[in-house]
């Protein structure tokens, strides 16, 4: 037989998911792969009833159906700051993922460089990779991981295509501020760099901290990507809905790709979601005060264990210390294997997420209801007893 594609050497299946089955099989609680176990707005299920016996069914316009599109621009310009015009200047994807790999082949050649921060959401490296493009990876350095505005500007030097950033970021939980923002912004003018954005968590934003879309800054409309999806803003990551925005000329291109790589989004799911896009400004205030009643839980209790973590500004992540508790010569990817079957929570190592060598850190998410919450803290209590 014939030789297959040796890009697949270059990255594993994703660690994320391969634990979700992990804590399937051993029954341990999924705090690994971040989707809630509790259930989207009620006005959205009640809809979905509704379209189950109504419709749609069939084929969607490929862009995405067209009272969903009109509902999304409405929500996003409001948010924004912005008029989009939904037949020209955004496409509706399956999930944020897909908005994303259609964005890189849109904007990217084979050969291409492009920046991400490290770390980084898994899909990256590997969505790079597909493309043939070669990622530069610029650390963001914990506890408050900042970046050093030198190591970025010589990451811009080496002649990047595009910059690829998290905000807020997963796994590390970091809100950009407006003055790095404008400062990543201003290379990328410099430097004649597209800013591809993956703004999924950007209504879960902790005090102190506050959201700026990257296209609202001086000169970026023009050469920015903002993906997003309604998987963690609804409580939907199942439904698969996400979508890309970016000027016209930009949205052409992206469009194709989209196009023949999934034809649309499900028709079904669209027509119900439109409620959930025509929500009142109240849910974003409820929505964001439930995140920070989950994070205070998990948190808290982290700290009265007196497992090491850093605290998250926005998204639903911890990356915690494990340090304390690997055996000598043990990895993490070993450890997190263990701990599902021992200990009985799952996590993601570190290793999945950060360029650097760090096998002492892992990604826990506390994106449950608050029974979940406890009885895994509850678990994790004696995790130095369980662990030795």
Not at 115 to 136: G, K, L, R, T
Not at 227 to 245: P, Q
Request: some cysteine; aromatic content about 10%.
């Amino acid at each position: 037989m014939q030789e297959m594609s040796r890009k697949n050497r270059l990255f594993t299946d994703s660690v994320i998911r391969r634990m979700t089955r992990i804590a399937i099989d051993c029954g341990a609680i999924n705090l690994a792969q971040g989707f809630p176990d509790f259930d989207p707005p009620k006005a959205m299920t009640d809809r979905l009833a509704e379209v189950s016996a109504q419709g749609p069914h069939q084929y969607p316009i490929t862009m995405g159906a067209p009272n969903f599109r009109e509902a999304l621009a409405r929500k996003c310009g409001r948010f924004m700051g912005r008029t989009l015009d939904p037949n020209t200047e955004m496409v509706v994807t399956i999930g944020s993922t897909e908005a994303m790999v259609d964005t890189i082949f849109a904007l990217t050649n084979p050969g291409d460089k492009i920046i991400m921060f490290s770390p980084y959401f898994e899909n990256y490296h590997a969505q790079a990779i597909m493309a043939d493009c070669e990622p530069v990876f610029v650390p963001l350095v914990p506890p408050s991981f900042h970046f050093d505005a030198n190591v970025l500007e010589d990451a811009f030097k080496q002649g990047a295509k595009a910059i690829l950033i998290c905000n807020p970021s997963n796994p590390s939980g970091k809100v950009f501020t407006y003055d790095e923002l404008k400062l990543i912004a201003d290379l990328c003018i410099k430097y004649d760099v597209y800013a591809i954005m993956d703004e999924v968590y950007e209504h879960i934003i902790y005090e102190g901290n506050k959201h700026v879309y990257m296209n609202s800054l001086p000169g970026m409309w023009e050469r920015t990507v903002s993906c997003s999806s309604l998987s963690k803003t609804y409580s939907v990551t199942g439904w698969r809905l996400g979508y890309a925005i970016a000027p016209q000329e930009i949205m052409d291109r992206i469009k194709q790709y989209h196009d023949f790589n999934t034809v649309g989004a499900p028709s079904p799911l669209m027509e119900a979601a439109v409620v959930g896009l025509d929500m009142p400004d109240s849910y974003y205030e409820e929505f964001g005060a439930h995140y920070a009643h989950m994070k205070k839980i998990f948190t808290d209790g982290l700290k009265n264990i007196g497992i090491p973590f850093t605290d998250p500004q926005g998204a639903y992540f911890v990356l915690a210390n494990i340090g304390p508790y690997l055996k000598p010569g043990q990895g993490d990817v070993a450890f997190c294997e263990e701990m599902a079957h021992k200990v009985g929570v799952a996590c993601v190592p570190g290793t999945s997420f950060f360029r650097e060598d760090v096998q002492d850190i892992v990604r826990v998410h506390f994106a449950k209801k608050d029974e979940t919450l406890y009885e895994a803290l509850n678990r994790l209590s004696d995790i130095k007893a369980k662990m030795a």
